[in-house]
């Protein structure tokens, strides 16, 4: 990598999407940093003095995505494996576990991800002994498109001792949920080889690097991968060219984060679970289902791991959905604050991973505690809207306030876009379209912020403010587009946004309109190395 940091590139003939000059042409990269943005005019002075020139041929370059929350593995298995999440009914998921199983007889166990029965017409999961009769009796471990539960077959049973008595295990009922699920989860990813866990990494990294991603947030844990996952996806990230990768390790041990080379002992730290498994933690009981969730923290909880993270200089995080879980993790968060004091938390930019279910009083307590909403806009397009599983499981009012992006970032509350891949796909374009088009209006952000909230919002989750934008000094993460006209966008006039008169000197972005295509990624560089090049351009 060393030899190419030094190289000093020209790019030159397009569109630069720069606050540093809105109408920019060209750009100068040099020893893997910005040092350069400006006029096609000025471009000749610099000619003659660069190792190469990029002619863009009208092309638009914008900083690198920054994907905020990924499970990188698991990202790259859906890829390489067993992906369920286009099956639109039960006999069509059977038909995909059938062939696949038969076409990977020497895997001691089968992994696959998506199903969603609420999509399908019989509404019901795969049995147990379906998925027996299906696999020929082979280990089998399939998650929700949620994640948060699993359906199996019971050879995959047979791998967990003790697992008829663990929370969550019902017999002859799927899926499992709970610490049921997590013991199978965990002996699944221990049951796959070295060498097919590389393959689904890099599988993972190189998808993200063609889509104009340069940053990954790893949320691995205890409950969710493994500490020999979590490491070899940072050596991985370390030794072959793709995607940065930041990881969060999911521990309330902060000393075992630390050591695993987590940034944070944050990410997926349940403090519940999701809607879709009935799991999130509600401070009402759900409209289709008895109970309302369950809580895996509480707040003393998370004011003593927050406590302890400040002090130790590591971010805490925390994956909250429901009212009642995002509740206690304000309450905790406060309790933090006023051990320590307000100004430390705050400057130690403590996460919370999905915030779905806010009251106005929680994103007002967001805001003065410095808390980044780690939020995945493409659940609203997936799962909102008045016919919409959120309106199934809580009712059309309670679904509508869901997700509420504008009031967030009226607040002044930092926003960080990401996917919770596998959950949904990575698909950063997709992801600033369903924040822009929000299914409930009055949520809709501009294009602008949403594309902020999905590059530089992402580096300053992570405690930098000196990237994420093409402005001289910041790191060369970058990725050139093939667009249509570039436009200053905002849906509606209820949006929250920034000026979006062209005289303001706004540097426009591509068309999001729904049904619109969407931009295609012809270059990746991360560090000024090129990650990715579109075959044939």
């Known amino acids: 990598m060393s030899a190419y940091e030094h190289r000093t590139v020209l790019l030159r003939g397009g569109e630069v999407h720069s606050p540093a000059d809105p109408f920019a042409t060209a750009m100068v990269v040099e020893r893997g940093h910005v040092a350069w943005v400006g006029s096609e005019g000025a471009a000749d002075a610099f000619a003659s003095g660069v190792d190469e020139v990029v002619d863009l041929e009208g092309a638009l370059v914008t900083p690198a995505f920054v994907d905020a929350h990924v499970h990188t593995t698991a990202t790259g298995l859906a890829l390489t494996g067993l992906d369920l999440s286009a099956a639109a009914s039960l006999a069509e998921a059977a038909d995909r576990i059938r062939a696949y199983a038969a076409a990977r007889p020497a895997d001691r166990i089968l992994v696959g991800h998506g199903w969603d029965a609420a999509r399908w017409p019989e509404r019901r999961p795969l049995t147990r002994a379906e998925l027996d009769e299906l696999t020929g009796g082979r280990p089998l471990y399939l998650t929700r498109i949620d994640v948060h539960s699993a359906v199996v077959t019971t050879a995959m049973l047979d791998l967990v001792p003790g697992i008829r008595e663990r929370d969550g295990f019902h017999d002859g009922q799927q899926p499992l949920t709970g610490d049921a699920h997590h013991a199978v989860r965990a002996a699944a990813y221990a049951a796959l080889s070295p060498q097919q866990r590389t393959e689904a990494q890099r599988a993972a990294r190189q998808h993200a690097a063609s889509l104009g991603i340069g940053t990954l947030h790893e949320c691995g844990g205890p409950e969710i991968s493994s500490e020999d996952d979590f490491t070899g996806l940072l050596d991985l990230a370390r030794s072959e060219p793709g995607p940065r990768v930041v990881g969060y390790w999911a521990d309330l041990d902060i000393e075992r984060a630390r050591a695993l080379g987590a940034l944070g002992a944050a990410g997926d730290l349940f403090a519940d679970g999701s809607l879709g498994s009935h799991t999130a933690c509600l401070h009402e009981p759900y409209a289709d289902h008895s109970g309302a969730g369950v809580a895996h923290l509480d ?39 006023d051990k320590l004091g307000l100004a430390r938390i705050r400057a130690a930019r403590h996460r919370v991973e999905h915030a779905e279910m806010l009251s106005p009083e929680s994103i007002a307590a967001f805001a003065e505690l410095g808390l980044t909403a780690s939020v995945q806009p493409a659940f609203d397009a997936y799962w909102g809207g008045e016919d919409g599983m959120y309106a199934d499981r809580l009712g059309a009012e309670r679904a509508r306030a869901l997700n509420p992006y504008a009031a967030l970032l009226r607040a002044g509350v930092p926003l960080a876009f990401g996917s919770d891949s596998p959950v949904t796909p990575l698909d950063p374009w997709g992801t600033v379209r369903a924040a822009a088009f929000h299914r409930t209006p009055e949520h809709r952000i501009s294009v602008r912020a949403a594309f902020t909230a999905h590059t530089r919002g992402g580096w300053r989750a992570v405690g930098r403010d000196d990237a994420g934008t093409l402005v001289p000094g910041a790191p060369a993460d970058y990725a050139i587009w093939r667009t249509g006209e570039l436009v200053v966008q905002a849906p509606d006039d209820r949006v929250a946004r920034w000026s979006t008169d062209p005289r303001s000197g706004t540097p426009g972005l591509p068309d999001l309109s729904p049904g619109s295509e969407l931009p295609v990624c012809l270059r990746t560089v991360v560090f000024g190395q090129t990650v990715f090049v579109r075959p044939n351009e």
Not at 302 to 308: D, F
Request: hydrophobic share 60%; aromatic share 2%.
């Open 299 to 337: 707040a003393d909880a998370v004011a003593a791991h927050v406590v302890a993270c400040t002090e130790a200089g590591l971010q805490a995080g925390f994956h909250a959905i429901g009212d009642a879980a995002v509740d206690a993790v304000v309450e905790g968060v406060r309790t933090a604050a």
